[in-house]
């Protein structure tokens, strides 16, 4: 069986979106342009690597983090922003998560702080993870390659110069997000 289009792709894709996301999922929108992996393949392992990467850290301290912050209040201090913006915006603050590289694990950690509900986190996240798989496929294996044939970058080019260009995108609006979360509002 050609190793490309057995379920271990797919598993792969899943475990890469919950340990790292954009880089290995933009490479498997590559592939979608590309004709060797399927959409709907792609889309459900992203959302569910991405939805299990998130959730893996949220449940992990979901009621650890108050006993441990307690003893550190300088690191608590410095997490008040970031916990006081998701305790007044819970849901768009999950939604968030997925669309905001560098503060993911933060953030799941803050809802877990601040006692968002799991059901609530679980379903919120999964949401998140569902669009942000599709968002992202739709932007590097087809609207980029379409836009990009204009000036002649065609193909499997195309879907990587676009799957570079969202992973550039997401690494700086996250180094945005961190810092405008690091100032008290």
Known sequence: ????????????????AAIEGEVAYAAAATLVAHGALSPFGVIAAGTVGAAAGDQFYFYLLRGRLTGWLSRFPKIARRAEPL?????????????????????????AAACAYVGVSAV???ALNLVAAFLWAVVL???????????LSAIGITGWK????????IVIILHLAGRAERRAMSTPR
């Open 137 to 147: 496929l739709i932007l590097i294996a087809w609207a980029g390659p379409t836009y």
């Open 120 to 122: 609530r986190f679980s």
């Open 83 to 107: 916990v006081g913006r998701v305790r007044r915006h819970q849901a768009p603050m999950v939604l968030l998560i997925r669309f905001a590289p560098g503060l993911r694990i933060a953030l």
């Open 158 to 165: 195309a879907a990587l110069v676009s799957g570079l260009f």
């Open 1 to 16: 069986m050609d190793l490309l289009h057995g379920p271990f792709v797919y598993l792969g894709i899943a475990a890469a």
